[in-house]
């Protein structure tokens, strides 16, 4: 049984996408705001607008300095975000519901999303997405591999070099494969639950048609959602 060792480049590599994950947090204004104020279906709806425009800010500035990616052709840049942006959000949520959460801003965020005026069918899904993320304990490092993983995903739409972000997406996961080596011992199977995550697709899904039913019924979103995700 070879000794899995990380290279030099590849440690370089998870410092570089650490130092950018955790560099770029919600602001504190924001999630401040989820325990302030008052509880009305719209209230929710607002403030859970704000963070998803904060989030998708987040991400673009965040994917901006993942090594390689502003190498990679401008079009397929905006492809790649379009294209990845809910699952990177959903990823990033979870992830902030399941610890990162000072104390009781957790079930406030649960409690908002409850009572947004989503359908029962998507909050079911979501929810037991956030918790089997949270049992995966992963460790920030995993976070933002996986989280970049997800968004050099190239078979996503419009996207033109397709070779050019596989090539980057295997070397993210060439690190992440060894890092679960390294850091779940105990658990051979772990990277392979990582990849499980298929569920984002369906969550994907669900969220594409959560939007058109927020959209009916006269919900307002911010010009950055709208742009990330192509709504009139
Ligand atoms: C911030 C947040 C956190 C958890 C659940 C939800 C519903 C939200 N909010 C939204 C999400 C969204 C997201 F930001 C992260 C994860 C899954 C998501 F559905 N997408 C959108 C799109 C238009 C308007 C909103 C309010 N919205």
Redesign the pocket.
């Known amino acids: 049984k070879e000794k899995v060792e990380i290279t030099k480049e590849q440690r370089a590599l998870i410092k570089a996408i650490l130092a950018a994950y955790d560099r770029h947090q919600i602001p504190q204004d924001v999630t401040k705001k989820l325990l302030q104020e008052q509880y009305s279906a719209e209230e929710n709806?607002l403030l859970?607008?704000e963070?998803?425009t904060s989030?998708v800010q987040v991400l673009v500035e965040f994917t901006k300095n993942i090594p390689g990616f502003l190498s990679l052709d401008r079009e397929d840049q905006i492809a790649l975000l379009k294209g990845s942006a809910?699952e990177a959000?959903?990823l990033?949520?979870a992830q902030v519901l399941s610890k990162k959460m000072p104390s009781g801003h957790t079930e406030v965020?649960e409690e908002r999303?409850r009572k947004?005026g989503?359908s029962e069918e998507f909050m079911t899904p979501?929810f037991n997405f956030y918790k089997s993320i949270g049992e995966l304990h992963m460790t920030q490092e995993e976070q933002a591999l996986l989280t970049t993983i997800t968004i050099l995903t190239p078979d996503r739409p419009y996207v033109k070099s397709h070779e050019a972000v596989e090539r980057l997406q295997e070397t993210m996961l060439n690190v992440l494969r060894k890092l679960c080596v390294l850091q779940h011992p105990q658990e051979p199977q772990y990277f392979a639950r990582l990849g499980r995550l298929t569920e984002l697709r369906t969550l994907h899904h669900y969220?594409a048609e959560?939007?058109t039913s927020?959209k009916t019924n006269d919900?307002k979103?911010t010009p950055l959602?709208c742009e990330i995700?192509d709504v009139q």
Do not use: P
């Open positions: 709806f859970l607008t963070v998803a989030q809910v959000m959903f990033r949520s965020l999303i947004s989503m979501m969220h959560m939007l927020w919900h979103f959602l995700w």
